[in-house]
């Protein structure tokens, strides 16, 4: 269509050029024409050259007509002046005939021309029939048919020359100019093409260069790699991103391979893996520690895309990374969080538990012997509680230093929690003895470390351990069942005194069986109230009864009884012990409530566990206790242990205030056993201290327990505090205590313990 257009404007340009031409041309020659016309009184050749001029005039000056119509009137115009010139003249008028066809082809087109030919030529045939239009032919007969037709066919033959060669001509130059159009226009739109592409290419190249992740673009060598090997590349650009986070400047890469920034602790099996892709032409991802210029390594996720030309061959590679510093500080974190100890940095339970899974099955495997040692420091809480959690922090940091220094890199050194260790010890023998020698050496150095003073801010402290060990692989054996062997026996080195080792046998299974269905049975007892509580008197220096305290038994069906030491262990251990004493308590109020209606209204002393103490309703239950049997304050003592004064000091000292408030007195149970402080002596309300048994069975022979009981007696007079000395057995203890002037005496010498009627009965006999 543009083409079209072109075309039409040209044929205007030349009709209005022509227009100009031929109105020129008619003014020269068509005034003399006339001229001379007139001058031989030829007055139509003067109308007509007067009218065409005249008309051409008129159709040069209407150039706002269509212009087909303006053609077609300046045809007509051609037209009529060579009809009437052909009448006039004669045969050489066809001339002006011949314009028509070649101008309709020149300005309107192939099929006009057509038409104008057809026209002109039945025109000349027609006036060859005329008889005043003077067509003669020398040779031809004087026939006016044929005449007129042999005139018309050479005319149409001449005429049809020019007309088709111009048609033709025009033809041809339409199609050029289509073509030479429609490559204008592709060339225009592959030019526009050609700018929004450079124009996107720019906004690509920008964006690129400032991305946040590095990019690096490297082209592949032209040098045929090793098989299997990565094609050797070149890097041809990187972008700001990357020259900020490797300290390379782009000069300093230009021509380096992709993978230059590898170091030392670079995963080298990664580097392969991306090779290994790389030679197959596959996309790799990766995450690496690259080296940047200074040296210093950080941590990338790299992902490689290949680029290949049409004839398949790989041109190029892009890399694109970012650093992952932060995302591998956090999964570091995690896994240390998950997998060790937040204090110690030793590996926790969790990861102590996947490793003896994998030694089990390689112990197994391979017809190793292995050992896992579990270490309780001895007495950890007395620190803790008088020094601080601070103090306790820095002692099982240093423990921990001390058992990692020991082992080798093959073994494990975990904490579990508190003040528990566990070493896992891989290896160490083919044969049980031989394993179970180096476990005991090994156990063995474990003590001594840490029977070594610690020196914390410039204090020292002591701390021994109970260890416990035991050998793998057994068969059926998991590592649940290894870490109950080992706490087994470091329970027997506990209770053989402590700062020792034991190893697991099969009886201690059987023994902590046994305590579990003690445990058991023990809470079935206190639901059906199978437990007793008997009375022990309390005597002065004159034989009368001042006291009584409340002690707790547990008879069996058999009539045997389960010794306290055994069961209320246990209660403590398994959290029973809160339940016992509430019951023990409100047993003590009826035992003083049911003395005083028997007339021997004597106070009655009952043994509270911190564990009791500590509950946030001990007060209100005492209160309760108080009023459900109508006993007076006054009638009931507490017997406290050491190291509940010290723990939770303010809370203690509260809540003894508020009861002594009510008019209950405190007394210090087993006093000299414990490691606290004596500066609670002077701050709470105490009433009264209890000499230990293991005290009183030496004295007065042994010297060393002699002293401290004379000690706390005159300590104790010195403050205003009573004295009860417990396990007086002997006559000789009880004349040195009086002699010393104990308040009060308690043991089997004085009356065993009882059950509350058969008391009452004894305090109604004679004394002497």
């Known amino acids: 269509m543009a083409a079209s257009n072109d075309l039409a404007h040209w044929r205007g340009q030349i009709f209005a050029r022509l227009l100009q031409v031929v109105l020129l041309l008619g003014m020269a020659t068509a005034i ?12 139509s050749i003067v109308a007509i050259d007067v009218l065409a001029i005249a008309w051409i005039a008129a159709i040069w000056h209407w150039r706002v007509q269509p212009y087909r119509w303006r053609v077609g009137q300046f045809l007509a115009i051609a037209y009529i002046v060579g009809i009437a010139l052909l009448l006039k003249i004669g045969p050489i008028s066809q001339i002006y005939m011949m314009v028509i066809p070649v101008l309709a082809a020149l300005l309107l087109g192939m099929q006009p021309a057509l038409w104008g030919l057809t026209v002109t030529s039945l025109t000349i045939f027609v006036l060859g029939l005329h008889p005043d239009v003077a067509l003669q032919l020398h040779g031809v007969a004087d026939t006016p048919v044929l005449r007129a037709l042999i005139i018309a066919l050479n005319y149409l033959f001449i005429a049809s020359v020019l007309t088709l060669s111009c048609a033709f001509l025009l033809r041809h130059l339409e199609h050029a100019l289509d073509s030479l159009q429609a490559s204008a226009l592709s060339l225009e739109r592959s030019s526009v093409a050609l700018s929004v592409l450079n124009a996107e290419l720019h906004l ?27 094609p050797a590349t070149r890097i041809i650009f990187v972008n700001d991103a990357f020259e900020r986070s490797s300290g390379y400047a782009r000069a300093d890469v230009l021509g380096r391979s992709l993978l230059f920034q590898h170091g030392p602790a670079t995963d080298m099996g990664e580097l392969a893996r991306i090779a290994t892709a790389m030679a197959s032409a596959q996309p790799a991802r990766a995450e690496l520690l690259n080296y940047n210029k200074a040296g210093n ?149 474990v003590r001594a470390a840490i029977a070594r003073d610690f020196d914390i801010a410039g204090q020292s402290y002591h701390c021994s351990a109970s260890i416990g060990v035991t050998l793998l692989p057994k068969a059926g054996q998991q590592a649940h069942d290894l870490l109950r062997e080992a706490d087994i026996a470091m329970y027997r080195a506990k209770a053989e005194g402590r700062n020792g080792i034991a190893f697991f046998e099969a009886s201690m299974q059987a023994g902590v069986e046994r305590r579990l269905t003690l445990e058991r049975s023990l809470a079935r007892a206190l639901d059906a109230g199978q437990l007793r509580m008997y009375v022990q008197p309390q005597v002065d220096r004159h034989g009368r009864v001042t006291g009584a305290e409340m002690l707790m038994r547990w008879p069996q069906a058999d009539g045997t009884q389960i010794a306290p030491d055994i069961f209320i262990p246990i209660a403590e251990e398994s959290g029973l012990i809160v339940r016992l004493g509430h019951w023990a308590l409100r047993e003590a109020c009826r035992a003083a409530t049911l003395l005083a209606q028997a007339g021997q209204p004597i ?36 017997e406290l242990t050491e190291g509940l004064l010290i723990d939770q000091r303010d809370a203690s000292l509260a809540r003894m205030r508020a009861l002594a408030g009510l008019g209950i007195r405190f007394s210090i149970d087993d006093f000299g056993t414990g490691y606290s402080s004596l500066a609670y002596l002077t701050t709470m309300p105490l009433y009264e201290l209890k000499i230990d048994k293991r005290f009183i069975d030496h004295t007065p022979h042994d010297a060393r327990d002699t002293a401290v009981v004379q000690a706390i007696l005159a300590m104790a007079r010195h403050l205003g505090l009573r004295v009860v000395a417990e396990g007086v057995e002997t006559v000789e203890q009880a004349d040195f205590l009086i002699a010393h002037d104990c308040d009060g005496l308690q043991g089997y010498l004085v009356a065993r313990p009882m059950p509350l009627d058969e008391l009452i009965a004894w305090l109604a006999l004679p004394r002497a």
């Open 32 to 43: 003399p024409s006339a001229l001379l016309a007139a001058r031989e009184a030829i007055w």
């Open 603 to 638: 106070a009655v002393s009952v043994n509270v566990s911190p564990a009791q103490f500590r509950q946030p309703d001990f007060a209100a239950r005492v209160q309760t206790a108080l009023a459900e049997h109508g006993t007076p304050a006054a009638a009931l003592i507490l």
């Open 204 to 230: 690509t190249a920008t964006a690129v260069a400032r991305l946040n992740d590095m990019v690096m673009i490297a082209e592949v060598a032209d040098v045929p790699p090793s098989a299997g090997a990565a």
């Open 297 to 445: 390594a950080y941590w990338v996720e790299a992902e490689l895309v290949p680029f290949t030309g049409a004839d398949g061959r790989q041109t190029h590679w892009v890399a694109v990374e970012r650093e992952i510093g932060e995302r591998k500080k956090s999964e570091a974190d995690i896994h240390r969080l998950a997998f060790y100890d937040v204090l110690t940095g030793l590996p926790n339970r969790r990861l102590l538990m996947d490793r003896i899974t994998h030694l089990l099955a390689a112990s197994q495997r391979e017809g190793k012997i292995s050992a896992l040692i579990f270490i309780d420091l001895d007495h950890f809480k007395h620190i803790n509680d008088a020094r601080g959690h601070a103090t306790g922090d820095a002692l099982l940091r240093m423990a921990a230093e001390r058992l990692a220094q020991l082992m080798r890199k093959a073994d494990t050194v975990a904490r579990l929690g508190g003040d528990e260790f566990v070493v896992l010890l891989a290896h160490l023998a083919e044969d049980l003895d031989h394993a179970a020698r180096t476990a005991a050496q090994i156990a063995e150095k």
